[in-house]
């Protein structure tokens, strides 16, 4: 992975000022570890009339699969190899942008004590990238980069030289070019546009990244023509960042507005935020259809099993016709970020006497487990290796038999309407596998004819009708109680 910046200079202001302000000498070679490689800066050319600084990083294909994003769909027969052979070690992504704001921090930030006068001022840059995923192609690129003051190209490369009929694909040469712009302004337009070009990012996005697209957009996002599109891609599509992100870019646009269009943009802003219908995060629809289900089965004693950190417990405590909860989760950690979300040390008395939270795993039978309405698995069983999934059966429908069970899974099908999804990768680095639709039922019928159950199928969220729903959820009813179960 390989981008270059190039400047120029005169007597009075020489090229190797470019050193100065990258604080990065040019007779050094200089390394840099990353948490997925190592970083390289070095000077192809330095001299007062021209001045070269190139960026090699050299991506380490085990570490990404080791921090779980370089996994195939589970079950293809070149998944393993899919891990390690891929685009990720050659094509400028999330990975470059990342190496430029550790390697160049102070650079990106336009400090540099020594010329702070030339770091202020625009400079003749020349920016380029060999491999450049563009999803979007050369028109989006040049969308995205012309605005800023850059004269761009990108030349489509082609899918083999030596076979030019294939076409092209979906990468990129980039050139960027501009005279107007100052060294921190082009590195903060390559920080951020570089992962919405490739459209993905190598690692979770949280609510701080709404807080770093602000910073590296700071006078230029704003009143970008593209900022939905930006801004949605960087979030990883995420609609709750994506959305807190647009709303304080409008407040930054209204705050340099005139006092004379300010009501007027108000008033325009309130009137779309109104009609414009806000989706439901799926997670909250899996779980309003699961409070559903337990409602309509009548139970008041429930297992939330694999219960994570917590928020089906805090919402079932909600209910006052719920009078025991048990959240039973193999993980510690999750236990205890459940219990301080559930504010247990804090909890009254006659609420606490209506939850627990205990550690174990369903792998193994547990006596603590019998005797309940119903039981939830909610995204669990997607992340057990499938050898074990028959000792997570046996110890939910064979040993602890709640009258009602109901599990939830991704339905796999529905991943190739997630954008911001490879092809060939599951939603999570933990899964394990992903089932479709036939498979799911065909597992689910089998477990209640071998325990005595009924099983019915219902989607989760927008039913497609090419692929269904993006999740799947099976509601077990139980039919036959064993003389074991009548005993305990």
């Given at each position: 992975?390989?981008?270059?910046i190039?400047?120029?200079g005169?007597?009075?202001?020489?090229?190797?000022?470019?050193?100065?302000?990258?604080?990065?000498?040019?007779?050094?070679?200089?390394?840099?570890?990353?948490?997925h490689?190592?970083a390289?800066v070095?000077?192809?050319?330095?001299?007062?009339?021209?001045?070269?600084a190139?960026?090699?990083?050299?991506?380490?294909?085990?570490?990404?699969v080791?921090?779980?994003?370089?996994?195939?769909?589970?079950?293809?027969?070149?998944?393993?190899?899919?891990?390690?052979?891929?685009?990720?070690?050659?094509?400028a992504?999330?990975?470059?942008?990342?190496?430029?704001?550790?390697?160049?921090?102070?650079?990106?930030?336009?400090?540099?004590?020594?010329?702070?006068?030339?770091?202020a001022?625009?400079?003749?840059?020349?920016?380029?990238?060999?491999?450049?995923?563009?999803?979007?192609?050369?028109d989006?690129?040049r969308?995205?980069?012309e605005?800023l003051?850059?004269t761009?190209?990108?030349d489509p490369l082609?899918?083999?030289?030596?076979?030019?009929?294939?076409?092209d694909?979906?990468?990129?040469?980039?050139?960027?070019?501009?005279?107007?712009?100052?060294?921190?302004?082009?590195?903060?337009?390559?920080?951020v546009?570089?992962?919405v070009l490739?459209?993905a990012?190598?690692?979770?996005?949280?609510?701080?990244?709404v807080?770093?697209?602000?910073?590296?957009?700071?006078?230029?996002?704003?009143g970008h023509?593209?900022?939905?599109?930006?801004?949605?891609?960087?979030?990883?599509?995420?609609?709750?960042?994506t959305?807190q992100?647009r709303?304080?870019l409008?407040?930054?646009?209204l705050?340099e507005?005139?006092?004379s269009?300010?009501e007027?943009?108000?008033?325009?802003?309130?009137?779309?935020?109104e009609?414009?219908?806000?989706?439901?995060?799926?997670?909250?629809?899996?779980r309003d259809?699961?409070?559903?289900?337990?409602?309509?089965?009548?139970?008041?004693?429930?297992l939330?099993?694999?219960?994570?950190?917590g928020q089906?417990?805090?919402?079932?405590?909600?209910?006052?016709r719920?009078t025991?909860?048990?959240?039973?989760?193999?993980?510690?950690?999750?236990?205890?970020?459940?219990?301080?979300?559930?504010?247990?040390?804090?909890?009254?008395e006659?609420q606490?006497?209506?939850v627990r939270l205990?550690q174990?795993?369903?792998?193994?039978?547990?006596?603590?487990?019998?005797?309940?309405?119903a039981?939830?698995?909610?995204?669990?069983?997607?992340?057990?290796?499938?050898?074990?999934?028959?000792?997570?059966?046996?110890?939910?429908?064979?040993?602890?038999?709640p009258?009602?069970?109901?599990v939830?899974?991704p339905?796999?099908e529905?991943?190739?309407?997630?954008?911001?999804?490879?092809?060939?990768?599951?939603?999570?680095?933990?899964?394990?596998?992903?089932w479709?639709r036939?498979?799911f039922?065909?597992?689910?019928?089998t477990v209640?004819?071998?325990?005595?159950?009924?099983v019915?199928?219902?989607p989760v969220?927008p039913?497609d009708?090419e692929?269904?729903p993006?999740?799947?959820?099976?509601?077990?009813?139980?039919?036959?109680?064993?003389?074991?179960?009548?005993a305990?």
């Amino acid at each position: 992975m390989f981008l270059t910046i190039t400047t120029t200079g005169v007597p009075e202001r020489p090229a190797t000022d470019l050193g100065f302000l990258l604080h990065k000498h040019p007779e050094k070679a200089q390394t840099f570890s990353t948490s997925h490689g190592t970083a390289y800066v070095l000077y192809p050319e330095a001299d007062d009339q021209r001045c070269t600084a190139a960026l090699l990083l050299e991506v380490d294909a085990v570490a990404m699969v080791r921090r779980g994003k370089g996994k195939g769909r589970g079950g293809a027969p070149d998944a393993a190899l899919a891990q390690y052979v891929n685009d990720r070690p050659y094509a400028a992504s999330s990975l470059l942008a990342v190496a430029l704001s550790a390697v160049f921090s102070s650079a990106m930030r336009g400090v540099c004590a020594a010329r702070p006068r030339r770091a202020a001022e625009p400079l003749p840059l020349r920016i380029e990238v060999p491999a450049l995923p563009a999803r979007g192609g050369p028109d989006l690129v040049r969308g995205l980069f012309e605005p800023l003051g850059w004269t761009v190209t990108a030349d489509p490369l082609a899918l083999d030289s030596a076979f030019p009929d294939w076409g092209d694909s979906r990468y990129v040469r980039l050139v960027l070019e501009s005279d107007t712009l100052t060294l921190a302004a082009a590195l903060r337009h390559l920080y951020v546009l570089l992962p919405v070009l490739d459209d993905a990012k190598h690692y979770w996005v949280s609510a701080d990244e709404v807080d770093k697209l602000l910073r590296a957009g700071e006078g230029w996002l704003p009143g970008h023509p593209e900022q939905a599109l930006i801004t949605s891609r960087y979030l990883a599509r995420r609609w709750s960042l994506t959305r807190q992100a647009r709303e304080r870019l409008e407040l930054v646009r209204l705050a340099e507005t005139d006092d004379s269009e300010v009501e007027e943009i108000d008033n325009a802003v309130a009137a779309e935020t109104e009609e414009a219908e806000k989706p439901t995060p799926l997670a909250v629809q899996r779980r309003d259809t699961i409070l559903a289900a337990l409602t309509a089965s009548g139970a008041t004693r429930v297992l939330d099993l694999g219960c994570g950190q917590g928020q089906l417990v805090q919402a079932l405590l909600k209910d006052p016709r719920y009078t025991e909860i048990v959240g039973l989760d193999v993980s510690v950690r999750a236990l205890t970020i459940a219990a301080r979300r559930l504010k247990l040390d804090r909890m009254g008395e006659r609420q606490a006497s209506r939850v627990r939270l205990v550690q174990g795993s369903l792998a193994y039978t547990d006596k603590r487990l019998r005797g309940y309405d119903a039981a939830v698995l909610s995204e669990v069983i997607e992340h057990l290796d499938l050898p074990r999934l028959p000792a997570l059966e046996y110890a939910v429908f064979g040993a602890a038999r709640p009258g009602t069970v109901l599990v939830t899974t991704p339905n796999v099908e529905y991943n190739v309407r997630w954008e911001s999804l490879p092809a060939g990768h599951v939603r999570h680095g933990d899964h394990r596998f992903e089932w479709t639709r036939a498979e799911f039922r065909s597992w689910a019928e089998t477990v209640a004819a071998r325990h005595g159950y009924t099983v019915d199928l219902r989607p989760v969220g927008p039913d497609d009708p090419e692929v269904g729903p993006p999740t799947q959820l099976a509601v077990f009813t139980l039919t036959t109680v064993t003389e074991e179960a009548k005993a305990a």
